[in-house]
């Protein structure tokens, strides 16, 4: 490959309104863009990083310092993962080589990700963050449309259960998962699941902090449980199976589309179930798990939903779906920078 010019921008993305998780309030968010240029073809990509690991705007500048005269060179993305280690810094420059390579080839991402046809809408989970369950129920009854929503736990069991009791007497029609974000200890697991059974949740991702996983070892759920933050990147799915059932690929985490193919193709081989989810990003991020979520079981992709603005032209949420467009990233056309 050419020599590449590389450039580098970061913005800060404001929240239509503070978005709470477990031990977490979100009223902003910072994303770093990259943009690789041979003077005919462009790539670009989008990376926030993740907030628990520290990898926030700083650091993923340092390790986009640090590396510019390799990703300059014009790595292979299979070479990018040799140069950088996974997190944003790496989802940011693997979204424009993808980016940048369709254009060079003439073909759409799609294409080139081994997509047999051109990628229609997919069923997205609409995320409601933690609340009073009254509240909650509102933000759940507004998603019109939604067919599967995902809500946002903080580890207060009684709490906890009430919300979702609330959500599911508003919304008796959706499929319905909960995120603890690591807020449970697992002698919460039994009176948590049997309450979740109760009110037909579908999913558990994530109840135990990262770093408890052997806890799940032997542990029988009436429910499948994701691991999220404890599974961040390929290497982490070696000990996967006996613990989760279901794979969170977040390309944040794993370092982009690149190892989100290989993790999901790695689940399979296991045995797991494949999801695909996302930090809080405009379209530009939301494109590249669009891709992976054409091979995955469950998508989680409604991160620019919460944005007081997005990109422009935009990912289209309708009737429950999500679609990114061409026009939004990866269309396979020359673009001169």
Known sequence: MSRLQLSVTTQSLRLAQPFRISGYVFESADVLVVTLDDGVHRGRGEGAGAYYLGDDLAHMRSEIDRTRDAIEAGPTREELRAILPPGGARNAVDAALWEFEAARAGQPVWALAGLASPPPPIVTTFTVSADTPEAMAAMARGYVGAKSLKVKLTGELELDLARVAAIRQVR????????????????????????????????????????????????????????????LSLADLADAKGRFDVVNIKLDKCGGLTEGLLMAAEARRLGLGVMVGTMIGTSLATAPGFVLGQIADLVDLDGPTFLAQDHTPSVVYADGTLYAGPEVWGSGMATAA
């Open 172 to 231: 008796p029609d959706v499929w319905l998962g909960v995120d603890g974000n690591q807020g449970f200890a697992r002698a919460d697991l039994d009176a948590l699941v049997a309450g979740l059974v109760t009110h037909n949740v579908s999913l558990l991702e994530q109840p135990l902090a990262r770093g408890r996983e052997a806890e799940l070892d032997g542990y029988r759920s009436a429910i499948p449980i994701a691991g999220d933050e404890s599974l």
